[in-house]
């Protein structure tokens, strides 16, 4: 498709990332529109949710998503990830607002540190992309980000000055991406500048759903940093991978950084062996080597993406049976207290 060639990345009418991102759609009506779908194809629950869409966390996708979605489907697996349903709003026993209970991992405000030697950022709130099952839609962001004032920046960097035991600081979200180069570029320097400090890690869906965010100001901040970088972009399935992400993955691989990937395991959009083993194989296509496939964090109103630990271990060994044993992620659960991602045993293949 002409749209998905990277020269097209600098076609006026799709402008910066900053014009892009400010484009992004946020009404569902026309979501579905665009999509040529009825709106009342969506479950009977639909409606309802398309109105709760409208407030609190609203539906948000920039169109260089929509443009990877398939017009017509209402199943579209990366529709689903950001389309709101009033399944959103059914109440689960186990599912709750604060299940990895990070209010009790603060070091400073925006500052958590659960594990051993590292320590994550909460650099802002904002992200390109408003992912229905994001475990950070209920966190209130106005309490705890490091990024509201600058005076919080400088509450977390004396926090993490006066911790030489950190080792890698983790920039997270909401998305670091969705900072300017200039604020990024200035966090970072900050960040250099702790010599305990080895590695910085970047958390991000962002090259994925806005390719045109990986632009020559950010490529040259992480060329010329000299911690070693770590970037962990979340994707779940491989028609999220179009040439023109592909084009950001391998210029952001260019500059020296680690390229890893992380995904999670969602119902209904990638709970298939062969939709998990095309999605590594799309990845590492573009140069980004499989992370973490994460079990979904319990938090109200995703409850229908829900795959169980039982079928989530099958899958993995169907896909250990598919892929070269590089290709295969983690599957991997956070739980509240624990000293590090609990990572599950899939056992033999059967
Ligand atoms: C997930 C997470 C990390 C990173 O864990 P790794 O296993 O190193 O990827 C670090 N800190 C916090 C608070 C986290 O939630
Ligand atoms: S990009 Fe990440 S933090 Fe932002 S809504 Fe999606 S899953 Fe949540």
Redesign the pocket.
Known sequence: MLTNSPGNRHLPEQGTWQQQLAAAITDPAQLLARLQLDPALLDPAGLAGLQHGAQGFRLRVPESFVRRMRPGDPADPLLRQVLPLGLELARTPGFSSDP?A?SS?RLAPGL????QG???LITTGACAVHCRYCFRREYDYAADTAEADSGRWEAALTALAANPSIH?I?L?GGDPLSLSNARLGSLLQRLQQLPHLRRVRLHTRTPIVLPARVDEGLLQLLRELRLQTVV?VHANHAAEIDAEVTGALQALRATGLTLLSQSVLLAGINDAAQTLAALSEALFAAGALP??LFLLDRINGTAHFEVSRERARQLMQELNALLPGYLLPRL?Q?EPGQP??THIDIGSVL
């Not at 958590?112 to 594990?115: E, R, V």
């Open positions: 990895l990070e991992a958590l540190q659960k594990y590292r320590a994550l890698e983790i997270s962990v992370y973490y991997a956070e590090s991602k």
